[in-house]
């Protein structure tokens, strides 16, 4: 049985889809990578934005989310985060 | 004085200790460091507790070199021939940093099998916190190690069993370098335990636990690495 993620798992994916996706995702790609409802991806992408680690870009009318400094600040603590759990069993 | 500072160590280990005991309080500090900065980014209390057990551990290094400090002024300034009344002075200081210390190892060492066995009941911890404090008065008050070693060694039992467990849960070499390096943490609270029997094993159990931090420094180089 596969564990339930935590709220800083699911943001760690939503972040990491954007940036295996060269840092900008369509809003239809990230709903599929980060295997969440669409109400429940909207919650997240709004409280991102509000944290300012992603953006809201429109190119030819096509919205667009954009990961930030803060975004890229965030997958890199949450790495160093991820290795401390594992080393020490927390 | 010179029954508390002359019944296990040499005297070429004099000053020696403080080197290693330096060593382990700047890991303990980075290493708590580190799980403060994981408590701010995941807000488990879990986290908080792993930093504040490495923080008191790093305390506990800081009041051992204080008294270690102390303790061996006295033994120099004891072969200038200074008043025996002197050196009597400081045993008090010297008694408290011996009680900081037995605390703060204890509570350290408690809060991490707390940790490691997720447990999370209040009236529980308080019990268990409360036979602690009776335990460490106990280990203070009496004159031999032995019963502080043997507290130490119990605790550090169910700590090591944690991280086997999590080893054979996880086989990384992250979760390999912590389990050796609180076997060799567990190895030097068996040799202060038998210390008392044969003062050689003082240093081993020294040099165990300088292995024990070096392996807890090369697992937090990992992951400020990764």
Do not use: C
């Not at chain 1, 409280?47 to 680690?53: P, Y």
């Not at chain 2, 061996?72 to 200074?82: A, T």
């Not at chain 2, 010297?94 to 447990?119: C, K, P, S």
């Amino acid at each position: 049985m596969t564990e339930r993620r935590t709220q800083i798992q699911i943001i760690y994916d939503i972040l990491k889809a954007v940036h295996d996706k060269g840092g900008t995702i369509k809003p239809t790609h990230l709903l599929y990578k980060s295997n969440l409802s669409h109400k429940r991806m909207k919650e997240y992408v709004d409280q991102l934005s509000e944290k300012n680690m992603i953006t809201t870009t429109t190119v030819k009318k096509k919205n667009f989310y954009q990961l930030t400094d803060e975004g890229r600040k965030f997958l890199a603590d949450y790495r160093q985060f991820a290795q401390f759990t594992e080393a020490f069993g927390l | 004085m010179n029954l508390i500072i002359g019944s296990v160590t040499p005297s070429w280990f004099h000053g020696v200790d403080i080197v290693f005991e330096t060593f382990s309080f700047i890991i303990a500090i980075f290493i708590a460091g580190m799980g403060y900065k994981a408590y701010r980014l995941s807000g488990r209390r879990r986290y908080l507790a792993f930093a504040g057990s490495f923080g008191l551990l790093a305390l506990s290094f800081v009041a051992r070199i204080g008294a270690a400090l102390l303790v061996y002024l006295e033994v120099l300034r004891d072969f200038r021939m200074v008043a025996s009344a002197d050196i009597a002075a400081v045993e008090p200081t010297f008694l408290f940093g011996r009680f900081v210390y037995i605390t703060t190892v204890f509570t350290a060492y408690l809060m991490l099998v707390a940790v490691a066995m997720r447990l999370e009941d209040k009236r529980v911890l308080a019990l268990m916190f409360s036979l602690l404090g009776i335990l460490a008065w106990t280990a203070h008050a009496y004159p031999s190690t032995v019963m502080f070693h043997l507290v130490n060694l119990l605790l550090l039992v169910f700590i090591v069993s944690h991280y086997i467990a999590n080893y054979l849960r996880r086989k990384t070499q992250n979760t390999l370098v912590t389990l050796l390096a609180f076997l060799m943490i567990l190895f030097e609270s068996l040799l202060f335990l038998t210390s008392n029997f044969e003062p050689l094993l003082y240093i081993g159990a020294y040099i165990f636990r300088l292995v024990g931090y070096v392996f807890l420094a090369a697992a937090l180089i990992r992951v400020i690495r990764s």
